[in-house]
């Protein structure tokens, strides 16, 4: 751990006030904190990467980053693949370049898949060591496999073992290719089946990428987890000193709060940012008032069920943009209200993986060097009318406490919220017991098709899956 060097980082759901707190704590920097001369704010979202379209992403206007730095964003293009070992790179390089200046790094997003990866590093299967290459081979990234996948590899079909050697540069989309879909995630199956019960057979993007780093380190997955785990990787390393804020909202307050936005990016023109998306998916040229809108066209071989194609937005309002029917005021309500459901359907993601994933991580950090990450719940639930006495002063006072290496307020006395949802189950997050958590079960009562299963969630998904009419409708049609 790298006693020295501060960053901050602030995470929670969408629609709490992240990045409005992040300007804010820079511009108490940039007045001055010897020894450091200010902050700039980095990205950690994994759509505000993408340039452009700046409405369905939830940027913010750039009048109101007053004037503060914003790293790793708007730099990529709609339908690049980004993924977190890419950002990891490009953010390490930032945020050394900063300390250089004396400046403080402020990493804020959503994507808490990305901020967890950044401070407790090695986890990351990407980050292992391939086995050595073959020798003679031709190919730079072809590694000698282990027994263990040489094994799984000899026992593959003609076809899959055709796919595996020729695994294709981009996923295909379930949505149009569900067969092809389909035989990637069986291919999977048959080399890691432990990893590929993580993942639902449609969620191409991360069934390749499991592929890929089969490929590129010559073991599986599942190996590469046993040996960090007998490695004794159960109590992250930490690359920094960090101080993380965690904005967190009462649901059903947050739930309003969410439907008022997206009422708001609709009135700011959020459909003709989708527009644009599909018009530059669906044409082999960038239109020129395309062109004005995003600095440089799409680079060859774009995969459009990638990138920001994965924007809560885009899918929900794609049949009735689509259609070739007049539009009616029932379809575009139907599209708004599944945009809404997606949206707090993510924020409740947003909140499990905090609670399942990164807190874990930083307690078990905390245990082995005391206050090592601190940890503050901010309670942005009521922001419109308390921001100043639950938010930014609080977490100010903390910064320059942490800043200053002064003894710091305990977090759970900050409110009755932080003092409930900062208590972390006593649960192991060693690499390998990770991988065996929220699996994939199929439904054989509600698959109708082999080759497209229906694939739950175990444990209260799957609970709550069979209570569903659907459930119980299949059940009885299979047994009449």
């Given at each position: 751990m790298n006693l020295c060097q501060p960053i901050i980082a602030i995470c929670g759901t969408t629609g709490v006030g992240k990045s409005k707190l992040a300007i804010k704590l820079a511009?108490?920097?940039?007045k001055g904190c010897p020894p450091w001369t200010g902050a700039k704010v980095i990205n950690a979202d994994s759509m505000q990467v993408y340039q452009g379209m700046d409405i369905i992403t939830n940027k913010v206007p750039v009048p109101e980053r007053e004037g503060v730095e914003h790293l790793l964003m708007d730099f990529k293009q709609p339908g690049e693949q980004y993924i977190i070992g890419e950002w990891i790179q490009d953010v390490l390089k930032a945020i050394d370049q900063m300390h250089k200046r004396n400046e403080i790094p402020i990493v804020v997003g959503g994507t808490s898949?990305?901020?967890?990866?950044?401070?407790?590093?090695?986890?990351?299967?990407?980050?292992?060591?391939?086995?050595?290459?073959?020798?003679?081979?031709?190919?730079?990234?072809?590694?000698?496999?282990?027994?263990?996948?040489?094994?799984?590899?000899s026992s593959l079909d003609p076809h899959l073992l055709?796919?595996?050697?020729?695994?294709?540069?981009?996923?295909?989309?379930?949505?149009?290719?569900?067969?092809?879909?389909?035989?990637?995630?069986t291919l999977l199956s048959k080399l890691d089946p432990v990893v590929a019960g993580r993942w639902h057979w449609r969620d191409t993007r991360k069934v390749h990428r499991s592929l890929q780093i089969i490929k590129e380190a010559g073991r599986t997955t599942s190996e590469v987890l046993a040996e960090q785990t007998n490695e004794g990787i159960q109590v992250p390393s930490q690359r920094f000193?960090?101080?993380?804020?965690?904005?967190?909202?009462?649901?059903?307050?947050?739930?309003?709060?969410?439907?008022?936005?997206?009422?708001?990016?609709?009135?700011?023109?959020?459909?003709?940012?989708?527009?644009?998306?599909?018009?530059?998916?669906?044409?082999?040229?960038?239109?020129?008032?395309?062109?004005?809108?995003?600095?440089?066209?799409p680079p060859p071989n774009t995969d459009y069920t990638l990138g920001i194609y994965q924007s809560i937005g885009y899918k929900e309002f794609h049949d009735y943009l689509a259609?070739?029917?007049?539009?009616?005021?029932?379809?575009?309500?139907?599209?708004?209200?599944?945009?809404?459901i997606s949206t707090r359907q993510y924020a409740k993601r947003q909140v499990s993986w905090i609670r399942n994933?990164?807190?874990?991580?930083?307690?078990?950090?905390?245990?082995?060097?005391?206050?090592s990450v601190p940890t503050y719940l901010l309670d942005a639930t009521h922001i419109e009318d308390h921001w100043d006495d639950y938010?930014?002063?609080?977490?100010?006072?903390?910064?320059?406490?942490?800043?200053?290496?002064?003894?710091?307020?305990?977090?759970?006395?900050?409110?009755?919220?932080?003092?409930?949802?900062?208590?972390?189950?006593d649960k192991p997050i060693d690499p390998s017991s990770t991988l065996q958590r929220f699996r994939k079960m199929v439904c054989p009562t509600c698959t109708h098709d082999p080759n497209q299963p229906f694939m739950v969630n175990e444990g209260q998904e799957w609970e709550a899956h069979k209570r569903t009419r659907m459930h119980r409708r299949s059940a009885t049609e299979k047994r009449g």
């Open positions: 511009l108490h920097l940039s898949y990305w901020i967890q990866h950044l401070l407790f590093p090695g986890r990351l299967v990407s980050e292992s060591k391939p086995r050595t290459p073959q020798p003679g081979c031709s190919t730079d990234n072809a590694v000698e496999p282990s027994d263990a996948l040489a094994n799984a590899i055709l796919l595996y050697n020729q695994l294709p540069l981009q996923p295909p989309a379930a949505s149009k290719d569900p067969v092809a879909a389909f035989q990637m995630y000193r960090t101080l993380c804020f965690w904005l967190y909202s009462e649901p059903s307050t947050l739930a309003g709060r969410l439907d008022e936005r997206v009422d708001s990016m609709i009135q700011q023109g959020l459909l003709n940012e989708i527009q644009t998306l599909r018009q530059i998916a669906s044409s082999p040229r960038t239109p020129q008032h395309i062109e004005t809108t995003l600095d440089s066209p259609s070739p029917e007049p539009k009616s005021e029932k379809a575009f309500k139907e599209a708004v209200e599944r945009m809404k994933k990164l807190l874990p991580a930083i307690d078990a950090a905390n245990r082995q060097f005391p206050a938010v930014e002063e609080p977490a100010t006072q903390i910064l320059q406490d942490f800043l200053a290496q002064r003894a710091m307020l305990d977090p759970s006395t900050l409110s009755s919220v932080a003092s409930k949802l900062l208590k972390v189950d």
